[in-house]
């Protein structure tokens, strides 16, 4: 059975550095194009950083841009959103996906991924 579990949400300071996990099982993740999305209270679920799948190249929304990364790694079947410098507009559930639909640069539409985690949680408050 396909499942991916997402760990490393909980309080962070602004200013300071969290790291998401999003591990896979029934999958092997580099075959599959990733993404990381979020939803905050009352907004809709956006896209804020993509992996192309077999070391394609990545892609992330403008307001990460710079502060976020994400990466894969295979050995773990793992990928790690790492949060740098966070702002309290960043307060939101965060969710991992997966597609082996796509081919090429990946996109952060939520409407292109098929599988999807539980979610956690990430409040940036001092």
């Known amino acids: 059975q396909l499942q991916l579990v997402e760990s490393g949400g909980g309080l962070v300071q602004p200013g300071g550095s969290l790291r998401l996990s999003c591990a896979a099982s029934?999958?092997?993740?580099?075959?599959?194009?990733i993404g990381w999305f979020r939803q905050a209270p009352g907004k809709e679920r956006e896209g804020i950083a993509c992996v192309s799948r077999r070391g394609g190249g990545s892609n992330y929304l403008d307001s990460v841009k710079g502060r976020f990364t994400i990466s894969r790694d295979n050995a773990k079947n793992t990928v790690y959103l790492q949060m740098n410098n966070p702002k309290p507009e960043d307060l939101a559930v965060y969710y991992c996906?997966?597609?082996?639909?796509?081919?090429?640069?990946?996109?952060?539409?939520?409407?292109?991924?098929?599988?999807w985690g539980q979610g956690t949680q990430v409040t940036v408050s001092s």
């Open positions: 996906a997966a597609t082996s639909k796509l081919v090429g640069l990946c996109v952060l539409h939520p409407r292109a991924y098929d599988y």
């Open positions: 029934g999958f092997t993740l580099d075959y599959y194009t």
